[in-house]
């Protein structure tokens, strides 16, 4: 097969758009190859493209995503479970966005915004169950400074004592 052969043969890629390979995704996210598939698995990440020998192609949008699903699991802390929530509320509020702005009828406007404010309010839910998750686990790291701080005055009292 010559070059011009193979150029006429992919037309599902359109040229504007650029795509890449899953090693060069993983290199520039700093994810493995596995995690990658395994995000797909789990439909955190829409169903890649493939290619003519069926590898996987991800655009600028893929790639963007999995640097948002790896901000809420590494910085954030938040399960897969959570993140498929918060992604999934995200797309839905975009969609609402969309008919909204498409939107004449009132009472469907006013649907859309009850529909968004629900989705806003599980979103903000799962936020502060990562607060008081973390403010627990500082309390409890606070409380075991202050039974060290005591045990240690506790010793050097005994080792003042004991010099006496």
């Known amino acids: 097969m010559t070059t011009n052969e193979h150029k006429t043969q992919e037309p599902q890629v ?7 390979t899953i ?9 493995t190859k596995r995690t990658l598939r395994y995000y797909e698995e789990m439909s955190l990440l829409p169903p890649m493209g493939r290619t ?21 699991r590494d910085l954030l802390g938040f399960s897969l479970t959570d993140i498929r929530a918060l992604l999934a509320a995200e797309d839905e509020r975009q969609l609402i966005k969309q008919a909204y702005i498409h939107e004449t ?5 006013l649907a859309q915004l009850d529909r968004t404010d629900e989705l806003l309010r599980e979103q903000i839910q799962l936020i502060e169950q990562k607060f008081t998750a973390l403010e627990q686990m500082r309390t409890a790291l606070y409380a075991k400074l202050e ?18």
């Open 14 to 20: 359109p040229p504007e758009q650029a795509y890449y």
């Open 23 to 31: 090693e060069q995704v993983a290199q520039w996210t700093g994810m």
């Open 52 to 72: 003519e020998g069926n590898y996987r192609r991800y655009s600028e949008e893929d790639i963007t995503l999995l640097k948002r699903i790896k901000e809420l």
């Open 105 to 109: 009828e009132a009472s469907a406007k």
């Open 147 to 164: 039974r060290h701080q005591i045990a240690r005055d506790t010793i050097q009292n005994t080792l003042k004592n004991d010099e006496t």
